[in-house]
């Protein structure tokens, strides 16, 4: 334990952002499971309205400052790619 308070301070923050972080990745992830669980099933009803909740989980942690534009932009591209797979038919 650090003994300036500054550093006390530093510790106490970086705690709390740790604890948000992992709130926000494990609902991304969650939605994300939902969604491939979708896909396995191929429901293509139920898959546009998991897609878009994946969206907007992804969105929000992006505005959070939890994840990276570009890291959001890629899991949102390749789970896109796999939806439309499906309902082209491919």
């Known amino acids: 334990m650090p003994n300036i308070k500054s550093a006390i301070k530093r510790v106490k ?4 952002n740790r604890v948000r972080n992992r709130n926000w990745k494990s609902q991304v992830r969650t939605e ?3 969604l ?3 896909l396995k099933v191929a429901d ?6 998991k897609l878009s909740g ?15 534009r570009n ?3 890629r899991k949102k591209s390749r789970l896109a790619k ?8 491919k």
């Open 44 to 49: 293509v009803k139920e898959l546009d309205g």
């Open 54 to 68: 994946l969206y907007g989980v992804i969105d929000k942690a992006v505005s959070k400052g939890v994840m990276h």
């Open 71 to 73: 890291t959001a932009a």
């Open 36 to 38: 491939e669980e979708a």
């Open 13 to 16: 923050i970086a705690e709390r």
């Open 32 to 34: 994300q499971t939902k």
């Open 82 to 89: 796999k939806a439309f797979a499906l309902k082209s038919g």
